[in-house]
Every structure is written in structure tokens, then in C-alpha cells.
């Protein structure tokens, strides 16, 4: 596990990587690097099936297991901080999964106590291609709030089921990264009139979490 951040971190932050990807992997890495310029502490950790060299994911169940036990052992830390899931890709997936079935469960009051949000990078809405909303049953009792940050050239959160999946999910609310790709790559044209991807999606969280106050 990598725990990273500032001694005057505001927030801790459970980051998850993409199903492709592992905790050391660059993308991941920079946007670490960015959320704590933004004083918010971050642990990433490898699902199980990575340390295993697998190249997919098994089942959600199990990832969620993985996610819970890094979780624990981050919420266990001497950190007292504000304590938000989140990932990239499928990590914010799971992550939306670890919070939903904390709050249907007494397993682990200490982590539900600290938990304040979810803070999910490029949320896969729907697979590459098809843009249905199916895979979101278990988020119709979420009383969290959840932040979404994608680029808006992102193929897995097309415009229209974005707006439906904000318009259908309380507490839920969606920020576009200008120019940038599902992994967080920018147009040339977005990098020089934004600046990075990366510190652009660590600002807004950082403002999501101050609105929380």
C-alpha cells in the first residue's frame, strides 16, 4: 500500500486504480501527486487479482472485499481525517459498491463513522459503446455524496446518460475535465488553455470536499 500527502492533509482518500492498471502505474501516480498538492491525503493500493498477476478483475464481490480491507487498514492509520472513497475507472466503480454496502451493513462501523463521500475519476456510467445505466441499482439508497470528475471526451460517459444518471442519483454531482480522454489525456489545445488534467480534477475535488463544510 502507498499512503501519500501532507502533514496539513483535510481529507483522506481511498484511490483505487483502473481495472487495465496497478496502484504504481503513472496515471494513477500523477493524480495522486496532484490530490495531495490539493492537501488531500491518498492510499492506493492493488486489488487482489493484480497481486496475482491476473490481467481482469473477478468478481465485484471480491474487489469490494479488497477495497474494504485497504480501507480498514487506511481508517485504522493514525490519520484523523474526513475519510472519502473513490478510484479510477473501475476503482471508483467498486469504490460506489464498498460505500453502498456499508451503508446496508454494521461490518465496519469505524470506516462508516469517518466515511463522508465518494470521489470517483472517469466513472465507466456504461461500457464503451453502449450507453445504458443498468449497472447502478445499488446506488438508489446512497445518502452519500458522490462526485464525479471525466473528461468530456470520455467514451464511457457519453453527455445525455450523464445528465440521466445526475438527473436519477441524489447527492450526486458531475464535473467535465475540458480536452481530456477517459485516461485523463488532453488535446493540445485543452492543455494549453486548462492546464493539467490531473491538477484541474484535484482542484475540484478539493472544492467538492470544502462544500461538504
Excluded at 166 to 174: D, S, V, Y
Aim: proline share 5%.
Amino acid at each position: 500500500m502507498l499512503i501519500e500527502g501532507r502533514k496539513d492533509a483535510v481529507a483522506a482518500l481511498v484511490l483505487a486504480h483502473g481495472s487495465a492498471t496497478h496502484k504504481a502505474h503513472p496515471h494513477l501516480t500523477a493524480l495522486s501527486e496532484a490530490l495531495n498538492q490539493e492537501q488531500i491525503m491518498t492510499l492506493r493500493f492493488n486489488f487482489e487479482y493484480r497481486e496475482a498477476n491476473r490481467a481482469f478483475p473477478g468478481t465485484m464481490v471480491e474487489s469490494v472485499s479488497d477495497y474494504l480491507a485497504a480501507a480498514d487498514h487506511f481508517g485504522a492509520s493514525q490519520f484523523k481525517l474526513p475519510l472519502f472513497f473513490g478510484g479510477h475507472s473501475y476503482g471508483g466503480r467498486v469504490a460506489t459498491h464498498a460505500a453502498a454496502f456499508l451503508q446496508t451493513t454494521s461490518i465496519a462501523p469505524t470506516i462508516t463513522e469517518k466515511l463522508k463521500g465518494i470521489i470517483a475519476f472517469s466513472l465507466p456510467l456504461h461500457p464503451r459503446g453502449k450507453p445504458h445505466l443498468n449497472r447502478w441499482s445499488h446506488l438508489q439508497d446512497n445518502t452519500l455524496p458522490l462526485v464525479i470528475l471525466a473528461g468530456d471526451r470520455d467514451p464511457m460517459i457519453e453527455k445525455e446518460q450523464a445528465l440521466t444518471f445526475i438527473k436519477t442519483h441524489r447527492n450526486a454531482e458531475l464535473c467535465w475535465i475540458p480536452g481530456a480522454d477517459h485516461g485523463f489525456r488532453q488535446t493540445k489545445a485543452a492543455l494549453k488553455s486548462q492546464g493539467s488534467a490531473y491538477f484541474k480534477a484535484a482542484r475540484e475535488a478539493r472544492r467538492w470536499i470544502d462544500s461538504l463544510q
